[in-house]
């Protein structure tokens, strides 16, 4: 190597500029490696997403193999995600736990009515071979099995009685009075509109399916327009019964909220959905409210929340942010431990991650354990106080140092960063003893309306979407309080649609 103090000023002066230019480029190469990672990340990130659950069983190698092949199917997958790799082949063997004995067939519920099928011996078995006389019954080898016979439909004529006057015409004619309907002067029977309900919103069969049924199986041919057209009406008599629900949760203390995109049609772009919102307000194991949205903006919760004083649970979403000074927010540690359980999917070498999950796995252990022991919230605060708090100290301060070591921009460091930005409100649990953890009760809710959703498509106008945010929050509030649907809608709807008020829970 020439030393510099042999060189000319020139030739100095060429070296160092090397030099520096050569760490410029050192740097160049540093942040396109960065970003060559990050979106690596992204890549791997959507390969998760795109195979489902399977996914994971495939190593990076695999999956970018797959992605790169667009005719891939899923039986392929499989075959796929069952071929060793050489980390599956170096781990050793797992030991196989010993099957536990199978504790043999359930009965069938016992009050269902048995009908008897007896099955006789053929004629040859029933005569004995050797006397000829018939061959006593000792008694029968018995099994049961559930039967289902398809639905039947009939026609309900109702007669009105009509009386004339015998003696005096300007007594007019009396007609009976017509009875309470869901929907007044309509073909469908209270039955009919509520089972069509029940399995939409509850079993998540579209209207166009079950008209298909129908037709095919029945022969029945009604309009789809006709059945929707039903189910809107029981959903805007159920508006008011929500509309007192949402009253109930106003005057609480404690609410969680979610929210979850919609589509609806409008019309203002042709082929194309409007992605709307339906915000959900509840008490975990209390009732439900799903509020429709055409937007995710503040207006949505502000109007709704109005009046509310005390705690909300909720994730980071910036919508939720500056309702009012009576409003306290707390965190969701589902979705902080959601970032690092990605995290490690992307990068299953790193322990970082792991070790996190298994740190606020800690924290569950003690609230699976308060709901073993039933704990009321008084109760639930102090095992808190005595368990809780001091693994979340402790995780706080590895968050802070694994951030201080990793770079920025990666899904690590987003995890870190979101668990660190909402830490205040991820510890509002731990001195509230009716706070929730995490948001699931919220989430949970959600479910029915994103499996639904997979199956109706879409909302039809903006119009129908309150509508049908009133017979989700029903629908969720009797699966919650274990109230039966059927029984509770054909108590209440026809006394909406005639008009009667309704004695609601106080």
């Known amino acids: 190597m020439i030393a510099l103090d042999s060189l000319s000023a020139e030739a100095r002066q060429f070296v160092q500029d090397l030099q520096g230019e050569v760490g410029r480029l050192a740097q160049v190469v540093r ?26 069983t495939i190593s990076p190698a695999q999956t970018a193999m797959l992605f790169d092949e667009a005719s891939v199917t899923a039986a392929e997958i499989e075959q796929e995600a069952g071929l060793p790799t050489e980390e599956k082949e170096k781990s050793p063997p797992r030991d196989r736990k010993p099957r536990a004995q199978h504790p043999g067939r359930e009965k069938l519920p016992e009050h269902l009515e048995r009908r008897e099928v ?26 049961e099995e559930l039967v289902c016979e398809p639905a039947t439909f009939h026609v309900r004529v109702t007669k009105r009685e009509r009386r004339g006057s015998h003696c005096r015409e300007e007594q007019g ?51 789809r ?24 949760l106003r005057h609480t203390s404690y609410l969680q909220a979610d929210e979850t995109p919609v589509p609806v049609q409008t019309g203002e772009t042709p082929g194309r959905n409007h992605r709307a919102y339906m915000w959900e307000y509840s008490r975990p194991g209390g009732p439900v409210v799903f509020d429709f949205q055409m937007g995710r903006g503040r207006e949505g ?43 490690n999917k992307l990068s299953p070498q790193n322990p970082l991650p792991v070790e996190i999950v298994a740190t606020m796995g800690q924290l569950y252990a003690v609230e699976e354990k308060a709901r ?30 694994i951030r201080g070591q990793i770079p920025p921009g990666g899904k690590l460091a987003e995890a870190c960063d979101y668990t660190l930005n909402q830490w205040s409100r991820l510890e509002v649990f731990l001195n509230n003893g009716e706070v ?38 029903i629908v969720e509030t009797c ?3 274990d109230i039966n649907l059927r029984a509770y809608l054909k108590d209440v709807l026809p006394k909406r649609g005639g008009g009667r008020p309704i004695a609601l829970p106080s």
């Open 301 to 343: 919760p502000e109007r709704f929340l109005t009046g509310f004083r005390g705690t909300l649970q909720c994730d980071g979403c910036a919508a939720y942010d500056k309702l009012g000074e009576d409003i306290h927010f707390a965190g969701c540690l589902a979705h902080a431990r959601r970032g690092f359980v990605e995290a």
């Open 173 to 223: 004619v009396a007609t009976a009075p017509a009875p309470a309907k869901i929907v007044p002067k309509s073909k469908l029977s209270d039955e009919f509109i509520i089972e069509a309900l029940a399995k939409k919103f509850q079993q998540h069969q579209p209207v166009y399916r079950q008209c298909a049924v129908l037709a095919e199986n029945h022969g029945i041919d009604l309009s």
């Open 31 to 56: 942040t396109k490696d960065q970003i060559i990672e990050l979106q690596d990340q992204k890549i791997r990130l959507l390969n998760l997403q795109l195979w489902g659950p399977k996914g994971e």
């Open 436 to 473: 929730e953890i995490d948001n699931n009760w919220c989430e949970g809710a959600m479910r029915p309306l994103a499996l639904g959703r997979r199956n109706w498509l879409h909302i039809g106008s903006a119009e129908a979407g309150p509508k049908i945010a009133a017979i989700a929050s």
């Open 225 to 248: 327009a006709t059945l929707t057209s039903a189910l809107l009406a029981a959903g805007d008599l159920l508006r008011a019964v929500v509309r007192a629900q949402a009253d109930e």
């Open 479 to 481: 699966r919650r309080l």
């Open 372 to 401: 073993q022991e039933n704990l009321g919230p008084a109760a639930r605060h102090t095992l808190r106080q005595e368990q809780s708090a001091p693994v979340m100290a402790a995780l706080q301060a590895r968050l802070v140092e």
């Open 118 to 143: 007896i099955i006789p011996c053929h004629p040859k078995d029933c005569l004995c071979a050797q006397c000829g006389a018939e061959r006593p019954v000792i008694g029968y080898d018995t099994s």
